[in-house]
DNA sequence: TAACACCCTGTAGTCACTCCAGGGTCAAGC
DNA sequence: GCTTGACCCTGGAGTGACTACAGGGTGTTA
């Protein structure tokens, strides 16, 4: 089939397919008289394993990894768990950060109900407010140098909360 | 103080202090005689107000929008609350994506568990599998053209199962 | 004087695509 | 035979948010 057919068979875009045969994860096809590349059902087993593991979120290189194994069954398959496991452990850290996430815009959403200004805004008021926290390593140690450009806006609106 | 005191105070890395620098969101600060840097407190409450946004994995297109209702805080906060809103939603979706992600994952991982070849690995097995049967709409719809490279590695590793 | 930490600019690389320009190929309809 | 339009080709550039590096200058200490 031509790539055009394969993306359609396995819904992937065209450009991924010929990024993918650049990238060295899909091999070179055949080509037909006119230079049409012509792809059969090993390519299309191939790009739905690769996108099966995208689907995973697993990087371009470990797919290329476990293309690897699957060309060479006799292997030992210990790294192929200890690559599971990494990409798991990987997805479990970024779940938690994600959920912290969540969880600190849904409480700066809350600071902001009806329709006022900006300088008014909770939420733009806690998110000054605690950037200015977070930098407060700064103004409990080092004294603040010459800063002639200062009276800053970020201060001004942090101020007007109070 | 310098880039690098700055870089101290905020935990950010000089090169990405510079990066927001060119890329608009941090003013150019005055330089001393040498050429060198010099930064004052506003600009450290505004990197620390940068990452804070970048920590909620706000885009800097947005982080931008953000530091203009800083600097002009008589306007209506309403887009603020949308930006806000966008970022939850974005947020709440990849959070589920990433539980999906995980849940099979961890499916995955149980497939294998004594270390074994390649060719019996379960996980290994799984993936193929479930490619396969992603691709089956090809399977099921339009017969396969001439395909001289067939004999798959991925056919011949998912019968290896059976 | 040398060593070393720090700073400068400009450019290129990362990941996984995505888009585009400028061209060739092919089947259908006039 | 000609045109239209869908499809294909290559090579290169752009995306976001950094990160790394080459090749140089500056400042302090030994």
Redesign the interface.
Known sequence: ?RIG?LGQ??GVDIETIRYYEKAGLLPE??RRNNGYR?Y??????????????RA??ISLADVKR?LE??????????D??CL??A??AR??A??ES??A??R???A??SR?GA???????G??HE??A???G??C??HR??P????????????S?GR?KA
């Open positions: 089939m057919e068979a396995t096809p055949a012509a059969g059902a090993s390519h299309l087993e191939r790009l739905a394993f690769i996108r099966h593991c995973l979120d476990l194994f699957v060309a060479h069954p006799e292997v030992d398959c210990g192929i768990d599971i496991d990409q798991l997805v479990r970024r779940l994600m959920r996430l969540e600190q815009l849904s700066l959403r902001c329709r006022h200004s900006a300088g008014d805004c939420i733009l998110l000054v605690a950037a200015h977070e930098a390593a700064y140690g080092v603040p140098e010459q800063d002639k450009t200062a009276t800053s806006d970020m201060a609106a007007r």
